[in-house]
Nanobody, 122 residues
Framework: VQLQASGGGLVQAGGSRRLSCVVSGGSFGVYAMAWFRQAPGKDRDFVATISMHGSITNYTDSEKGRFTISRDNAKNTVYLQMNSLKPEDTAVYYC????????????????WGQGTLVTVSS
């Protein structure tokens, strides 16, 4: 199973960015998907997750209302729409997949993408 994340780049504070992650080599529709992020010198942190059919989502409190996770099972793709971006959102964003229900825990994900860097300038 391979995950390919894209959409990162430089954005001004207050701006928006949409990340995409395409999954290949597996059955996308059976995976719960998630986005995590890792700032320099920090741990990889949970951002958002979505169930296999897209009916359940979960976010950290700081992202709730600003970020939206969605998926298109016909395109084997999960998205992260990020609005009202802040400099503290600067990080490498990783998509991840797991068998079973959604989870906020890094260690419960089986497959990972390579990451895409989002830099938010003030």
């Amino acid at each position: 199973v391979q995950l390919q994340a894209s959409g990162g780049g430089l954005v001004q504070a207050g701006g928006s960015r949409r990340l995409s992650c395409v999954v290949s080599g597996g059955s996308f529709g059976v995976y719960a998907m998630a986005w995590f992020r890792q700032a320099p010198g920090k741990d990889r942190d949970f951002v958002a997750t979505i169930s296999m059919h897209g009916s359940i989502t979960n976010y950290t409190d700081s992202e709730k209302g600003r970020f939206t996770i969605s998926r298109d099972n016909a395109k084997n793709t999960v998205y992260l729409q990020m609005n009202s971006l802040k400099p503290e959102d600067t990080a490498v964003y990783y998509c991840a997949a797991r068998w079973g229900p959604i989870s906020e825990h890094v260690r419960e994900y089986h497959y990972w993408g390579q990451g895409t860097l989002v830099t938010v300038s003030s």
